[in-house]
């Protein structure tokens, strides 16, 4: 997938683990769809490589020379890391280091990050050693607000696991030129207590079964929140949200006061 990116790591000395992530690059991060165009193609032409440069975007050094340093800490990490790809390739780069004099300052530049193509700031203390899962107190992801859209719910599908006997699973829809246009599935944000009120009213209000799918009465809207979108050949809409998911029931709202898909790709100039 990433025939560059192999070239590039041809230029570390062997005994190098890295911590990064592989980004759509020119100049700056592209926007993640430019990078889906690169994982869902079979075959890389010339021309998807030139369509959808990469870089490796490099994070933090957890081996050098075959040596395990993530006990050491972050700042002595940053300082063999920069050293290290000093001059490697221009396709593996090192995140870059943020500086604000104030809490309100860093909240502007994080403000600032989906214009960057990123999702917010990533906030490490400087002695911290390198610790895997989602461990708290030395590191915080601060995320950008997400988008968010009131949506109605259009489609119900049953769940997985211990849920494949509920509808946990939904589709919904905005409303253009007078119909429903399917936007967006999502399967996590409501209380347990929510989805079982939610399935028996998916139960007493279907109107087709296209077999375990149900077509639910157009009533029910719900303020879906996403990171990001896109134009899409793909979709019926003509666009696709990036990790949809419910931010709440709207109970209080009716259906023909759902957003529009005019009103949604409002948000396309803002990535």
Not at 200 to 226: C, L, N, S
């Amino acid at each position: 997938r990433f025939p560059e990116l192999e070239a590039a790591a041809t230029h570390l000395p062997d005994g190098v683990v890295l911590d990064g992530e592989v980004l759509a690059y020119r100049d700056g991060v592209l926007p993640f769809a430019v990078l889906q165009t690169r994982i869902g193609r079979q075959k890389l032409t010339p021309k998807a490589l030139g369509d959808a440069p990469v870089a490796f975007m490099t994070y933090d050094l957890l081996e050098e020379g075959g040596a395990d340093i993530r006990a050491q800490p972050l700042s002595r990490r940053r300082g063999r890391l920069q050293r290290l790809l000093e001059g490697a390739s221009p396709r593996l780069l090192v995140s870059p280091e943020v500086e604000a004099p104030s809490w309100a300052g860093l909240a502007a530049l994080r403000d600032q990050a989906r214009r960057r193509n990123v999702e917010g700031l990533m906030l490490k203390r400087l002695s911290s050693p390198y610790q895997a899962g989602r461990r708290r107190g030395d590191w915080w992801k601060w995320k950008i607000d997400p988008f968010t859209v009131d949506a109605v719910l259009i489609y119900a599908h049953p769940g997985h696991g211990r849920r494949a006997t509920l509808f946990t699973d939904y589709t919904f829809g905005v409303w253009h030129d007078g119909q429903l246009v399917p936007v967006a599935k999502a399967y996590s944000g409501l209380s347990d207590e929510e989805i079982l009120e939610l399935d028996g009213w998916i139960r007493r209000h279907t109107i087709e079964k296209y077999g375990p799918t149900r077509a639910v009465e157009p009533v029910q809207v719900f303020e879906i929140a996403f990171e990001g979108i896109a134009p899409s050949t793909r979709h019926r809409a003509g666009v696709a949200v990036r990790f949809p998911r419910i931010q709440r029931w709207r109970k209080d709202k009716p259906a023909a006061e759902a957003d529009t898909l005019e009103g949604l790709r409002t948000f396309l100039p803002l990535l």
